[in-house]
């Protein structure tokens, strides 16, 4: 796997390296000593799916705060999204900042979400499915949101149509 630091410190960016022959290829997605090598959360204890029919469809902005806060490994396994991450540690230089990338089923690049920062993503294509890799089991008391659309954060968001959650447009304004 190639680890590639984001402008965002502790965010990656990693592109698997796959070995090709004449069947197709095989590649590594996962493992802990590279993370742990990399100085990045190798602890995985809960995998969940998200499944969008629509273009458009926008999930986010969500994190979980301590003692529940998590590291995230995302990874778009069919379709394609403009994924969006919000640094919302109070003590890092980048608080506040975000950082966009296209993950693709065709691209198969993952993203690296440290705990502190706030996830969301808007589907490219219809029939897009997303995979996660967490550090901690969802619990719903810890599970907090920023409005998507918060200037404070300034997201460049792709034009289309959105389809969003009422939750995840009633969040309240960000007070950094």
């Known amino acids: 796997m190639i680890f590639r630091e984001t402008a965002?410190?502790?965010?990656f960016i990693i592109v698997p390296e796959w070995n090709?022959?004449?069947r197709g290829f095989f590649a590594r997605t996962w493992c802990a000593?590279?993370?742990?090598?990399?100085?990045?959360?190798?602890?995985?204890?809960?995998c969940s799916i998200s499944y969008n029919k629509k273009k458009g469809t926008?999930?986010?902005?969500?994190?979980q705060i301590a003692p529940f806060g998590e590291v995230k490994l995302i990874r778009c396994t069919m379709g394609a999204i403009y994924d969006v991450i919000i640094d919302l540690r109070s003590d890092s230089p980048n608080y506040?900042?975000?950082?966009?990338?296209?993950?693709?089923?065709?691209?198969?690049?993952?993203?690296?979400i440290p705990e502190g920062f706030a996830h969301g993503f808007q589907t490219l294509e219809d029939n897009t499915e997303v995979f996660y890799q967490m550090s901690q089991v969802y619990?719903?008391?810890?599970?907090?949101?920023?409005?998507w659309n918060d200037p404070v954060f300034g997201i460049q968001w792709p034009p289309d149509e959105r389809i969003i959650a009422d939750r995840?447009?009633?969040?309240?304004?960000?007070?950094?």
């Open 33 to 46: 000593e590279e993370f742990h090598a990399h100085g990045l959360n190798p602890m995985l204890v809960q």
């Open 168 to 176: 995840d447009q009633q969040y309240p304004d960000f007070i950094p």
């Open 20 to 22: 090709e022959d004449p």
């Open 96 to 112: 506040t900042k975000h950082l966009t990338s296209v993950l693709t089923a065709s691209n198969r690049h993952m993203l690296y």
């Open 139 to 147: 619990m719903p008391e810890s599970a907090r949101g920023v409005r």
């Open 58 to 63: 926008l999930r986010g902005m969500h994190y």
């Open 8 to 11: 965002l410190k502790g965010a």
